[in-house]
């Protein structure tokens, strides 16, 4: 959209402003053009809420910005340019300076340049329609005439003049209006192009001929310079050429101006006129104000007819359709990566709340497993379990305890004195004190036969190590034909149970 030169400078800035950079409250998507001056970069402007726009950020290379004379006029031409208000001129919204150097924030237009077009007719070797050009250049004259008129605060008039009409200035919008660029940068612009014996440089193809002997400048002179990209717009030439600056300007002051129906006799006479009236080299024999102009040229262009808005974006869209599509490709791809980070940073987020889950991308939220609340939740809900299986291996100590007492001090049946007393085992004639336990009472059949394993018992099993001090097995003296069943009652044991020292292995679960 901006012409390219500078090249070095260009570079510098591009390695060093990267896409995601941040200057102030704006960021960096990606680069666009750059000149002498500045790199214009597309970026986007940061508010609350999310809120976020496209804007073009022409930032100042480095060796500009070392004058400070410069850099002086450079802000007070763009706080002129900034009030301006109107629908022809790319607006500039503000005006900054941060480590990266000073920049200015403009209206990002989707479109293409009036010199990316022309050139796009030279390489398809067609011309631009007659009535697309004319259109361009009355929305550019409208600009314009805006710009000239501009006053104080107090109504005095400001007498803003572009100084730097060129196709490379004009940006012709996917909407079909085009708009004049860089208001209040052409006069800074054009200090740091004069040497010090007072040679102009920069494009001296698009000066009037009272710019290169340093006159004093006002309105007409964007009125010559309108009628240049008039004449090359219709004609698909260049009118001042040289090989080099010094023919360019010998050409610019002293070659006859061809007429338009020179190039081409197709072209009403009456355009003829309002195009040389345009061009003349005498300012007081051109127009007096770029509004004069725009209806003379309207009045003379009937015939051929000038083309709508609609036309114009469509031969935009037409012509330049892939360099758009370019540049509206990386905008995409941008925002793309900026909701990517997002993503990997909800996933990573944990609610903390009742029913812990954890956020995928797409928004679902999936429940831990119970294994994942034991061994990988929180650290807060760990202590919780660890109370609650202590409680259990106490209970079930004690009912163990509670049990085996009752069975050592239940009655011997009567026909165990018709025998003879069976020797028992010193441990088996003293129980050791037990401890007062207040437990619910449990029958004698309600506990497993010694021939079943401990692991049908619901307490007892593999899950659950008891830490309750081991009671001595008992075995009543009695008959084969009187007594019962002997029951054995043991401890519940685990294979490779952890010692009982009251740790709580997790694995376990």
């Known amino acids: 959209m901006w012409y390219l030169s500078g090249v070095s400078q260009a570079s510098a800035l591009e390695r060093t402003v990267l896409p995601g950079t941040r200057l102030g409250r704006y960021e960096i998507i990606t680069n666009l053009a750059s000149g002498g001056m500045a790199t214009v970069f597309l970026g986007r402007a940061l508010g609350a809420a999310g809120f976020n726009r496209l804007v073009a950020i022409k930032l100042l290379h480095p060796h500009i910005a070392a004058d400070e004379q410069f850099i002086s006029m450079f802000i007070d031409e763009a706080r002129l340019a900034a009030r301006i208000r109107h629908p022809n001129v790319v607006a500039t919204v503000d ?24 050139r796009q007719t030279v390489k398809n070797n067609k011309p631009m329609p007659s009535g697309i050009a004319i259109r361009i250049v ?22 803003l003049v572009h100084r730097d009409v060129s196709p490379h200035n004009i940006l012709v919008g996917v909407d079909g209006i085009s708009r004049i660029v860089d208001f209040g940068v052409a006069r800074a612009e054009e200090r740091i192009g004069t040497t010090r014996d007072g040679q102009v440089k920069g494009k001296l193809a698009y000066m009037a001929p009272e710019q290169t002997n340093n006159e004093p400048v006002d309105r007409r002179v964007d009125v010559f310079t309108s009628g240049i990209v008039l004449w090359e717009a ?10 080099t600056d010094a023919e360019v300007v010998r050409n610019l002051i002293d070659k006859p101006i061809p007429r338009l129906r ?11 006129d309002v195009v ?69 940073l909800e996933i990573a987020e944990i609610d903390e709340g009742e029913g812990s889950a954890v956020r995928t991308s797409a928004g679902a939220m999936i429940a831990p497993s ?4 034991v061994a990988e939740g929180p650290p807060a809900r760990r202590p919780i379990v660890f109370a609650i299986a202590a409680a259990a291996f106490v209970i079930v100590g004690a009912i163990i305890a509670t049990v085996t007492l009752l069975v050592a001090q239940s009655p011997q049946p009567k026909g165990a004195a018709a025998t003879a007393p069976q020797p028992t085992s010193p441990a088996s004639t003293q129980l050791a004190p037990q401890p007062a336990i207040s437990a619910p ?3 004698i059949t309600d506990l497993p036969r010694a021939t079943e394993p401990h692991a049908r018992s619901g307490f007892a099993s593999a899950r659950h190590a008891s830490t309750a001090p081991a009671a001595p097995s008992v075995t ?3 008959t084969a034909a009187s007594a019962p069943p002997p029951v054995v009652v043991k401890p519940p044991t685990a294979p490779n149970a952890p010692a009982a020292t009251g740790a709580f292995n997790p694995e376990s679960m």
């Open 276 to 344: 040389a009236r345009a061009l003349q080299r005498d300012k007081n024999a051109r127009f007096d104000t770029a509004l004069e102009f725009a209806e003379e040229l309207e009045k003379a262009a009937e015939a051929l007819g000038i083309a709508s808005a609609k036309q114009v974006g469509a031969y935009v869209r037409e012509s330049a359709g892939d360099v758009i599509d370019n540049v509206m490709k990386r905008v995409c791809a941008f925002q793309e990566g900026v909701r990517d980070r997002k993503t990997k």
């Open 441 to 443: 009472s449990v029958s």
């Open 476 to 478: 009543p003296s009695v």
């Open 234 to 243: 219709l004609t698909a030439k260049r009118l001042f050429r040289g090989q």
């Open 370 to 373: 119970a294994q994942e609340l």
């Open 95 to 118: 005006l900054q300076y941060g480590p990266e150097g000073h920049y200015l924030v403009m209206d990002f237009v989707e479109g293409e340049s009036l010199l990316g077009l022309l």
């Open 138 to 159: 009355l929305d550019a004259l409208a600009g314009l005439h805006a710009a000239h008129e501009l006053t104080g605060d107090s109504g005095e008039p400001l007498n």
């Open 262 to 272: 020179e190039i081409s006799p197709a072209f009403p006479q009456a355009l003829d």
